[in-house]
Every structure is written in structure tokens, then in C-alpha cells.
């Protein structure tokens, strides 16, 4: 009777194929970084690392200390849910020390979102600066409160 024999060149296959799986395992559990899935599909000491880092902005409430008129003018008008360093750029060293002042904010960051833009939602009030008042937005908008003017 004829017994089964694995033809060589099969065996060179699957001995090459086990080669190659098994170098691959032996290299992901070297490169694999130790925390990695502790808590999804990332490393999970890159949590501890990102949060460590100093926080670039120093927010809205930092402000209130000594700008509170500024923060409640804000509130109550179509400004409201904008950051006040959106428009004055990072604040955090002025909050520690006022003498450094922040950027000067010119009035050309408005057309940054008021610039008419298909791509921007209907809901967001937007013009054609050239076909619109004038450049300089501040002479007829306040800028902490847009509705009102000056
Ligand atoms: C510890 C107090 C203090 C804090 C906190 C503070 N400021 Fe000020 N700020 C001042 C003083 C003092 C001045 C200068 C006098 C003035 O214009 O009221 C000033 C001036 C400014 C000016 C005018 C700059 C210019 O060129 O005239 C802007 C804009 C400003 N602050 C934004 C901010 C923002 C945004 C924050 C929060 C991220 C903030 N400030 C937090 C005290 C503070
Ligand atoms: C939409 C952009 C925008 C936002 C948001 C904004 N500001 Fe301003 N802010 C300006 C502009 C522009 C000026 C300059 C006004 C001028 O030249 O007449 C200014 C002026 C100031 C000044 C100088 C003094 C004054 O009253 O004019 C301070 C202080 C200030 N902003 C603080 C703040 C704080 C605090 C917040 C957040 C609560 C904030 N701003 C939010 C655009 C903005
Ligand atoms: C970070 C984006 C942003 C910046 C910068 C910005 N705005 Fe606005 N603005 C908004 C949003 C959001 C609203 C609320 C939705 C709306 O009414 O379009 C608004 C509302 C307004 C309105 C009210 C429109 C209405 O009749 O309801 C005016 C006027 C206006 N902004 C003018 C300005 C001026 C002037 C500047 C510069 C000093 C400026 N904006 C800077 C986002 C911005
Ligand atoms: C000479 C005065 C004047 C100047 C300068 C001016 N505006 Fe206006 N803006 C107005 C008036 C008045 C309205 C009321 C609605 C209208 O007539 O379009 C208005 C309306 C708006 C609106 C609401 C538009 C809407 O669909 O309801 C936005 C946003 C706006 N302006 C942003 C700006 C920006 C950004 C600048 C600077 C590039 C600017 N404006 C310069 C007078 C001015």
C-alpha cells in the first residue's frame, strides 16, 4: 500500500512559513512597548507623559481674576462660547506676570472665521470682507461683544 509522503518541496514551504511566524513573534515581543493595551489599542504610558506636559493655554477662568467685566460682556453675547485666547493667543505668561503683554490682536484674526466659506457651516455668520464695511472690524463691532457697536 502507498503510504502519503509530504512532497519536500511542500515541507521547505511550511517550514520557511514557520520561520517567518515565528521571527515575527519573537520581534513583537521585543518591540512591543511594555504598557502597550493596558487600556485599548495604544501605549498607556503615553497618558502618564502627555499629561505631565506644561498646559500651553492657560483658559477662560484665568482671566476672570482681573478681566471678570471683560468675561461677563463676553458671556452675554454671540461671542460666548469663543476661547478669549482664540483671539489674544496664548495668555499663560501673561496670567503670571500682566507686564508681558499678549499679542496685540489687530482685528484681522475676525475673517479667520467671519470670511464667506463654503466649506463653513450656514449657522456661522459670514461675509465677503471686500463687499462688507470696511477692514478695520473693530470700528463698528465690539469685539467681546460683535452685536453691539462701538
Ligand atoms: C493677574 C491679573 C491678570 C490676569 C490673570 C490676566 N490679565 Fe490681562 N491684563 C492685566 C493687566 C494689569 C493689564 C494691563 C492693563 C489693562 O489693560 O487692563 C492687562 C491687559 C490685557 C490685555 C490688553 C493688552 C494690550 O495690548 O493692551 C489683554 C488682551 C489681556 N490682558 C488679556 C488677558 C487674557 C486673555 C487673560 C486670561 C488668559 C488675562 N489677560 C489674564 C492683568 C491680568
Ligand atoms: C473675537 C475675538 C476676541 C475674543 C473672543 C476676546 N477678545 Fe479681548 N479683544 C479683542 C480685540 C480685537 C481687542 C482690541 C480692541 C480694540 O482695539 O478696540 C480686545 C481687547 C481686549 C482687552 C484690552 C482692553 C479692552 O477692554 O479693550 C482686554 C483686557 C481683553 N481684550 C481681554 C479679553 C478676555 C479676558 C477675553 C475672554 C473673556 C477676551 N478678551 C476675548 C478680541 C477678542
Ligand atoms: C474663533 C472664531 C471667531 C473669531 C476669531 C471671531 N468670531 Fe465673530 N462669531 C463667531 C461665532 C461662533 C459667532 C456666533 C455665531 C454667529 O452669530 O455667527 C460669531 C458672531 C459674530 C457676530 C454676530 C453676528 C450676528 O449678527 O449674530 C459678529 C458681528 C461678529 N461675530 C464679528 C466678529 C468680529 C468683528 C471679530 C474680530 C474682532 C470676530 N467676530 C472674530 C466666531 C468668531
Ligand atoms: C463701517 C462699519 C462696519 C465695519 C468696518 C464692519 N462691519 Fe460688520 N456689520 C456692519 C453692519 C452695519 C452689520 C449689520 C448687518 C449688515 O448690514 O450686513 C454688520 C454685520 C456683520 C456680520 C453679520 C452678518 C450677517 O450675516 O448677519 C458679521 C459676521 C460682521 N459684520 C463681521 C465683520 C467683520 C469680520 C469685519 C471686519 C473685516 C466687519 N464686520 C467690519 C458694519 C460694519
Not at 506644561?54 to 463676553?74: M, R, W, Y
Request: charged share 20%; glycine share 6%; hydrophobic share 35%.
Amino acid at each position: 500500500m502507498h503510504r502519503f509522503k509530504l512532497p519536500p518541496q511542500i515541507l521547505r514551504l511550511i517550514l520557511v512559513a514557520m520561520a517567518i511566524v515565528g521571527s515575527y513573534l519573537v520581534a513583537r515581543s521585543f518591540l512591543v512597548p511594555p504598557s502597550f493595551g493596558e487600556y485599548g489599542w495604544y501605549r498607556g504610558d503615553a497618558l502618564k507623559l502627555i499629561a505631565a506636559r506644561d498646559p500651553v493655554f492657560a483658559g477662560k477662568q484665568a482671566c476672570d481674576e482681573c478681566h471678570s467685566d471683560i468675561l461677563h460682556k463676553l458671556a452675554k453675547d454671540a461671542h460666548k462660547t469663543l476661547s478669549c485666547e482664540g483671539c489674544h493667543g496664548v495668555s499663560r505668561e501673561h496670567c503670571d506676570n500682566p507686564d508681558i503683554l499678549p499679542v496685540k490682536a489687530t482685528g484681522s484674526h475676525c475673517i479667520r472665521c467671519h470670511e464667506a466659506n463654503l466649506a463653513r457651516p450656514a449657522w456661522l455668520k459670514q461675509i465677503v470682507v471686500k463687499d462688507h464695511y470696511g477692514p478695520k472690524c473693530t470700528e463698528c463691532h465690539l469685539p467681546h461683544q460683535p452685536t453691539q457697536s462701538p
